[in-house]
């Protein structure tokens, strides 16, 4: 039982390090904000996921708070990158596209609404 | 959905926030339970209208059941995801096609958008950027239709139908 | 120590570099915050496999406030972007 549990730790830890590695070299690659903040977001999550559930598996007296922090982790990453893609659009950091930006009407009505304000 | 007791509300927050603290302090020891009892309800009580608009309603058992569905959809997608962000990151030739589109949703309470959003922030292609009232503004990586009717087939429908039996 | 773990390190090492790159040059306030972001989530994982290396458990509580203050620290910056404070 042990070494099979350390085996699927050894499995989980792999794929964790092969996410995040590929998260942060998407960050590398991509050409405008919002594209990276895709790779980041959803490699990194998953990768650090899988890498803390491997280490959980590996040491079975840490399952319960390596579970904690994945659930943190799983709540708090998207919430994050969900601000700051907000926080960017304000700052008038346009999307790189060749189709439909339909965000753009909402934050041109703000800004008139405002004004008459 | 807005009638829900100011006790069942209590109850709940007290019964999540006591799961937390035996996951922190892993053991069983009397000592430790009773304290984490004191200290959960403590903060319970200075917390629970904020912390939960379902209340203990959320505990029937044909809820918890779409609730165990829904994970595993959602950690279907996560995986799905990865491989498919892994796929473009490592072509050489970047096939990207970005543009924000938007939908209308059909869930009511705050915390359900909120779960349709960090979903959709983690599934393949796709990210919340902005909620205004019940339209969702989601940046798409490779932008494939563009109507309103399509983009939500494509993107929400499958989270929302099982959110909808459960908040609503 | 045997060699997966060093490999295992090496390439979170590797993914730490290329977010530094990407930290380095910008072009944005707002990319920056993406690599720190990217850097914060990658430290967390790495103190908890450190602390499984090392057999430390503190290892595990550092890396869970870690993660709390990163979290409110890219909030804070995004809240600044936006004009909020």
């Known amino acids: 039982m042990e070494t099979v549990l350390l085996y699927l730790g050894y499995f989980f830890v792999s794929l964790g390090a092969a996410f995040l590695f590929l998260g942060a070299f998407g960050i590398f690659r991509m050409p405008d904000f919002y594209t990276r903040l895709q790779a980041g977001t959803k490699s990194s999550t998953l990768g650090a996921m899988s890498l803390i559930l491997g280490v959980g598996l590996m040491q079975p007296e840490w399952f319960f708070k390596t579970v904690i922090i994945i659930i943190f982790i799983a709540i708090s990453n998207p919430i994050s990158s969900h601000a700051l893609a907000r926080g960017a659009y304000k700052t008038h950091q346009k999307p790189l596209t060749d189709t439909i930006d339909a965000y753009e009407e909402v934050t041109e009505e703000n800004k008139n609404k405002n004004e008459e304000e | ?150 983009v939500y087939k494509e993107i929400a429908e499958g989270f929302e139908k099982i959110l909808l039996k459960i908040y609503e | 120590m045997n060699v997966f773990f060093i490999i295992i390190m090496g390439i979170i090492m590797l993914a730490g570099v290329f977010a530094v790159i990407r930290f380095i040059k910008g072009p944005t306030t707002a990319d920056r915050v993406v690599a720190l972001d990217n850097l914060s989530t990658i430290v967390v994982a790495t103190l908890i496999f450190m602390g499984f290396v090392f057999q430390r458990f503190i290892y595990i509580d550092v890396s869970l406030i870690y993660a709390v203050l990163g979290f409110i620290g890219v909030l804070t910056i995004a809240r600044y972007l936006e004009g909020g404070i």
């Open chain 2, 1 to 150: 959905m807005e009638n829900v007791s100011n006790i069942s509300k209590l109850f709940y927050t007290w019964i999540i926030l006591f799961i937390v603290w035996l996951a922190f302090t892993s053991t069983l020891a009397i000592e430790e339970v009773v304290t984490g009892l004191l200290v959960s309800l403590i903060v319970a009580l200075l917390s629970f209208r904020f912390f939960t608009g379902t209340g203990l309603g959320i505990f029937a058992p044909k809820k918890i059941f779409y609730l165990i569905q829904y994970f595993f959809v959602f950690i279907g997608a996560l995986i799905k995801a990865n491989f498919h962000v892994a796929k473009i990151v490592l072509s050489p030739k970047l096939p990207i096609n970005p543009g924000i589109v938007e939908f209308e949703t059909k869930l009511k309470s705050d915390f359900a958008k909120m779960v349709l959003a960090n979903s959709i922030t983690l599934t393949p292609g796709t990210f919340t950027v902005d909620i205004v009232e019940n339209r969702f503004y989601i940046h798409w990586l490779e932008v494939s239709v563009t109507d309103e009717e399509s």
